[in-house]
Each structure stands twice: as structure tokens, then as C-alpha cells.
């Protein structure tokens, strides 16, 4: 059974920090990546990461978030530092799996709020 599991969300002050993480399993991701939600809004990529190590961030989080993997243990994580009101969403691993397509975990609230 192929899964992602998050952990890590929460409530912090603008200007703080979050690290969220994503446990992959069930099988091999040759990417594997964050996206967000906000409330009215679309779905957005917010970085991603091959198992090479190429990473990709939105402009908006840029030197701001760090996304890497430990592709042994097949996680992923995204340091989330100087945090704005407007990354407030829930935010959600994404996996593409070789040879099986695209995989979702179940969400996590990031809230940035004084």
C-alpha cells in the first residue's frame, strides 16, 4: 500500500519557523514534493525534489523554504522560515511513484497568525 504521511503543522507567530515532514512508503518516488492550499484558493507546488536532489520552489517561498530528502529512509521535509500570514493553508506531500503515478497525503494546517 503506498502512503504519505505528514507531520509537522501548526500555529506560529509571523516570523517564525516550522519544519514539516513526509514519510513515503509502498514505493519508490522519484519525486516527491510539497504543494498548498489556502481557503478560496487553487492548489499551488510549493517545492519539490527528485532523487537526484534537483529542487524547484515557488517564487514566493524562495530563500525563504528548503525542501530535502533522505532518500533512505524515503522522507521528505520542507523548513519553513520567516513565515507570512499568506503561507497560512493546509499543505500537502505529493509523490510521483516510477511506473504508478501520483500520490497525495492527508493535509497539514500551517497557520501563521499573531
Known amino acids: 500500500q503506498v502512503q504519505l504521511v505528514e507531520s509537522g503543522g501548526g500555529l506560529v507567530q509571523p516570523g517564525g519557523s516550522l519544519r514539516l515532514s513526509c514519510a513515503a512508503s509502498?514505493?519508490?518516488?522519484?519525486?516527491l514534493g510539497w504543494y498548498r492550499q489556502a481557503p478560496g484558493k487553487q492548489r499551488e507546488l510549493v517545492a519539490s525534489?527528485?532523487?537526484?536532489?534537483?529542487?524547484v520552489y515557488a517564487d514566493s517561498v524562495k530563500a525563504r523554504f528548503t525542501i530535502y530528502r533522505e532518500n533512505a529512509r524515503n522522507t521528505v521535509y520542507l523548513q519553513l522560515t520567516s513565515l507570512k500570514s499568506e503561507d497560512t493553508a493546509v499543505y500537502y506531500c505529493?509523490?510521483?511513484?516510477?511506473?504508478?503515478?501520483?500520490?497525495w497525503g492527508q493535509g497539514t494546517q500551517v497557520t501563521v497568525s499573531s
Open positions: 505529493w509523490g510521483h511513484a516510477t511506473g504508478r503515478g501520483d500520490y
Open positions: 509502498g514505493s519508490i518516488f522519484s519525486i
Open positions: 525534489i527528485t532523487s537526484g536532489g534537483t529542487s
